[in-house]
C-alpha cells in the first residue's frame, strides 16, 4: 500500500494503491494526512473509529475522506495510521450498499505543523482494480 501527493492546479491530489481495497483507502487516508502535515510523528495519539456507508466505491470514499476532515476539525486531530474495512452487499441496490469501518490515530493538531485541507473532491476521482490490486486518485481542495 503507498501513496503520492501531485499537485494539481491550486489544489493538492492523492494517487494510492493497495493490494486490495481497503489497503488502497487506507493509502489514500494517510495520503490526506500527508497533505496536511509535511512530517506525520511516529507515535503519540489515541486511536479512533469511523464509519462511512454510500451508494458506490467513489461516493464511500468521499464519504470516508469528509468525515476523516470532520474528525479533524472536531477533535482537533490529524487522522494517520488509517486501517480500513470495507463492506459490499451485492445482493441489494440501496443507497448504502457500501459500508465502510475504519480506525485511525488521532495526532493533537496542537503538537504538529499542519495545513489546511478544506475539503475532497469528485473533480477526477477515479477508483480501479488493476492486476496486481486497486489504483485511486483523489483531488483535495486546500
Known amino acids: 500500500m503507498s501513496f503520492e501527493l501531485r499537485e494539481h492546479t491550486a489544489d493538492v491530489a492523492v494517487a494510492a494503491d493497495g493490494s486490495s481495497l481497503d489497503a488502497t483507502f ?10 496536511m502535515c509535511e512530517s506525520v510523528p ?10 462511512a456507508a454510500a451508494e ?3 461516493a464511500l470514499l ?6 476523516l476532515i470532520y474528525q479533524r476539525d472536531v477533535q482537533g486531530v490529524l487522522p494517520v495510521d488509517n486501517r480500513v474495512t ?10 448504502n450498499a457500501w459500508q465502510l469501518d475504519a480506525n485511525a490515530r ?37
Do not use: P
Open 26 to 35: 487506507a493509502a489514500v487516508a494517510d495520503g490526506l494526512a500527508a497533505a
Open 42 to 51: 511516529a507515535d503519540g495519539g489515541e486511536r479512533f473509529d469511523c464509519t
Open 56 to 58: 458506490n466505491r467513489e
Open 62 to 67: 468521499y464519504e470516508y475522506l469528509a468525515e
Open 86 to 95: 470495507i463492506q459490499h452487499d451485492d445482493g441489494t441496490r440501496t443507497a
Open 106 to 142: 488521532g495526532v493533537e493538531l496542537a503538537t504538529i505543523d499542519a495545513r489546511e485541507v478544506k475539503a475532497v473532491t469528485y473533480s477526477e476521482m477515479m477508483i480501479e482494480q488493476v492486476d496486481d490490486g486497486w489504483r485511486a486518485y483523489v483531488v483535495l481542495d486546500v
